[in-house]
């Protein structure tokens, strides 16, 4: 699969769901944070709010007590406040006492958080929560109370004179007698609400001036209203959150849907509706690499239904499309979970079997074949199956347990890359469907991964070598000609025949290097000879069939040959007849414009194909090189030799030379000699040899040397 496309997957896969569940986790958390934070010091507030009243209350009726310790009914009132307090001296020995005395023992600094205020405060023995009783029995919750007290009846009625605020829990009467107010407190609306109140006792301790310390018992009222508001405020944050997380779990739920979908565009093979290739690789490598499946054998089967483009081109594409998508629903019937099936391209299927052993697997492949064979009555259809199998020792030469270890690492596309090159193998005409990709065909994989790493190493390291196989005149017996025929010393893999890696070559487009490096060797070498003022003779070069598409070819072996020096007609191109097929016209521009450079032109192996005779009188060639298998297993014989003997012929009344190949016995060069056949090549002769004994040939065979050493 494209990176590109992988990439792209799973950064929508990433954006859709997961990135979803992330923002919305870092909300949470960012949300719950500020909320807890701010809670915090909202309640931290509230507290050190209380504590600094209720510390100015005991600390006013600490004044009081100071202030008026020896009058009667200053004590009196005080007796009558509902405010317990005890005086202590300097051992801590209770000297006075107010109320109940339920001070605990062990006191503690504590500080308010702006860090102004610090007292010393003890804990209630009983810690009951204290409630209002009564009317007037209220405790007193004055600000600034001792400097404003002036008077004292004794009736119990309290003069001040007011100038504020004052209290919220009091109904104040107010009497014009004497300069002072009259205060008869009881309970109001307000101090209704205010026995709602949670109230929790602490002793405040406040140092007198005599050295006695003065503890009075406070009561921290928690305000009702204050926790309604915390606890309406809690609602409202749990009420987002939940919003929230109902939002986001929309959002989830319809990315997730949204997702199948890309999903679906992304694995689905719209036109067949079966999985596509994508799919395959990215679940295939899940299923193999993952740790549960190392035990069992796997194999990758490419099935090529091998009739789809004529049944597109008798129905139409989209009948096709039907039927292959019929093909991926017959095929799934016959695999078992954790198998696969995808339409990989156009007439492809690519699919993950398991196997105990291979003959159980062709069975099985071939039962899937018979199956899509009956779909339709009226067809006779034909497959290809490619199979590679995942634990084959003889493929990986490793251990079983080094086996299964690389499943970690396999690549189910180079394993279904093999299983398409088994089916490449697969011969039309002797009618087998499977083959399993075995030893042989991984070694000439492993070789074709040599050949193509080491092309240019050995190009620049001139590992390549030309070698010459002369060709001869058969009524003379004199060298009349030579082919340059490549071979290729490489220090890895020793000497090595054109077979072996020109075909590759062909494939990977590296040919047309070896062509100009052919090209070139061969000028070098015969303006070399001509220099030492030997008689040569015309050299041949073969040019592949990938080298015609360039439009400039000729204007390219010109450049080379010149380039070196070499007159043109020590040189004729060799064309292989496949080539006439592709662009006639092309080449037929390419042979003339040769032809006016000087150079010969011959077709090679003619009648090895499928010859055009008509193609012969449109190519204005000088040379016929007739294909070995004339003179070679069935077609050699009477019948072959009539064919010869016509092929010269015809030759001959389009003005063409002819050279015979592969000949290799007494009767086949007599009887070339009687046909009129120009030139022999063969190992009768000669087979193609190094430079140097090539030139010993020169020498041995004739006298050739056009001055005297
Ligand atoms: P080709 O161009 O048809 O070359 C003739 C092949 O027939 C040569 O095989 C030669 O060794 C072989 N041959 C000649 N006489 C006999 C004989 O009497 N008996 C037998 N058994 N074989 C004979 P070679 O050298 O192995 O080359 C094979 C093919 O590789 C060539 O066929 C040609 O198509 C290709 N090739 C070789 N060198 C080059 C090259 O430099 N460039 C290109 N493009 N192709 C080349
Ligand atoms: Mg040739
Ligand atoms: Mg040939």
């Not at 407190?185 to 003065?214: M, Q």
């Amino acid at each position: 699969m494209n990176n590109k496309n992988k990439r792209l997957y799973n950064s929508i896969r990433f954006n859709s769901v997961i990135g979803n569940i992330l923002v919305s986790i870092l909300f949470i958390i960012f949300f719950v944070g500020t909320f807890v934070f701010a809670s915090g010091f909202f309640i931290e507030y509230i507290i050190e709010s209380k504590f600094a009243e209720e510390q100015e209350r005991i600390s006013t009726i600490s004044k009081m007590y100071e202030e008026g310790k020896d009058s009667k009914d200053i004590k009196r009132i005080l007796d009558a406040s509902d405010t317990s307090f005890i005086v202590v001296d300097s051992k801590d020995k209770v000297v006075y006492q107010n109320g109940e005395n339920t001070c605990g023992a062990n006191g503690k600094y504590i500080t308010m958080d702006n860090g102004s205020e610090q007292m010393f405060v003890y804990p209630d023995t009983k810690a009951d929560y204290l409630y209002p009783k009564d009317n007037g029995s209220l405790g007193f919750k004055f600000k600034e109370f001792s400097n404003k007290l002036v008077e004292l009846y004794n009736d119990g009625d309290i003069y001040f004179s007011l100038t504020s605020e004052e209290v919220h829990s009091f109904n104040l009467n107010t009497s014009e007698e004497d300069e002072g107010v009259v205060v008869s407190y009881y309970k109001n609306e307000k101090a209704e609400k205010a026995i709602e109140d949670i109230k929790v006792p602490i002793w405040i301790s406040i140092d007198l001036e005599d050295g006695n310390r003065f503890i009075g018992k406070a009561l921290l009222s928690i305000n009702i209203r204050d926790v309604i508001l915390a606890f309406e405020i809690l609602i409202a944050f749990l009420a987002f959150v939940i919003l929230y997380i109902i939002i986001i779990v929309i959002i989830t739920i319809f990315s997730a849907v949204n997702q199948n979908r890309i999903k679906k565009l992304f694995y689905k093979d719209m036109s067949t509706d079966a999985y596509n290739w994508m799919w395959f690789v990215v679940k295939g490598n899940k299923t193999l690499r993952k740790g549960i499946n190392a035990k069992n054998n796997y194999a990758v089967v490419n099935l090529e239904f091998k009739n789809y483009r004529n049944y597109c081109l008798c129905h139409s594409i989209k009948e096709g499309d039907k039927l292959l998508s019929r093909m991926n629903k017959e095929i799934n019937k016959h695999l078992n979970s954790r198998e696969m099936c995808a339409h990989a391209t156009t007439a492809n299927f690519a699919l993950l079997m398991k196997y105990d052993d291979t003959d159980q697997l062709q069975m099985r492949i071939h039962e899937i074949i018979k199956a899509l064979n009956d779909l339709e009555k009226d067809h006779e259809f034909t497959f290809k199956a490619g199979v590679a199998v995942l634990e084959s020792e003889d493929i990986f030469k490793v251990g079983k347990e080094a086996s299964r270890k690389r499943r970690k690492n396999v690549n189910i596309e180079n394993v279904y890359n093999n299983a398409s090159a088994a089916k490449v193998t697969i011969d039309d005409v002797d009618g087998a469907e499977i083959r399993i990709f075995d030893k042989k065909l991984f070694e000439e994989q492993q070789w074709t991964d040599f050949v193509h790493e080491k092309q240019w190493q050995a190009l620049k390291g001139e590992e390549f070598l030309v070698y010459y196989q002369p060709k001869y005149d058969p009524k003379t017996n004199n060298l009349n000609g030579a082919e340059a025929l490549i071979r290729w010393q490489s220090p890895e893999a020793g000497f090595i025949t054109p077979g072996r890696f020109i075909p590759i070559f062909e494939k990977n487009g590296f040919i047309t290097e070896i062509d100009h490096y052919m090209i070139s060797h061969v000028a070098r070498d015969q303006k070399n000879w001509l220099d030492q003022g030997m008689r040569c003779v015309p050299i041949s070069v073969n040019v592949s069939r990938a080298h015609f598409v360039e439009s400039d070819l000729a204007e390219q072996i010109v450049k080379m040959v010149d380039d070196e020096g070499c007159p043109h007609n020590l040189i004729e191109i060799e064309l292989t007849e496949s080539a006439f097929f592709d662009d006639k016209n092309a080449m037929i521009e390419t042979i003339r414009k040769l032809k006016n450079y000087g150079f010969s032109v011959s077709m090679d192996d003619f009648g090895a194909g499928y010859s055009s005779l008509n193609s012969l009188k449109d190519m204005p060639l000088d040379v016929l090189k007739l294909d070995a298998d004339f003179f070679r297993g069935e077609n050699a014989g009477e019948r072959g030799e009539k064919v010869v003997s016509e092929a010269i012929k015809l030759a001959k009344i389009l003005e063409m030379r002819t050279v015979a190949e592969g000949v290799e016995e007494k009767e086949q060069v007599e009887f070339l000699k009687d046909q009129g056949c120009d030139l022999i090549q063969g190992y009768y002769f000669a087979k193609p040899m190094p430079k140097s004994e090539f030139l010993e040939r020169i020498d041995q065979w004739q006298n050739w040397r056009v001055t005297e050493e």
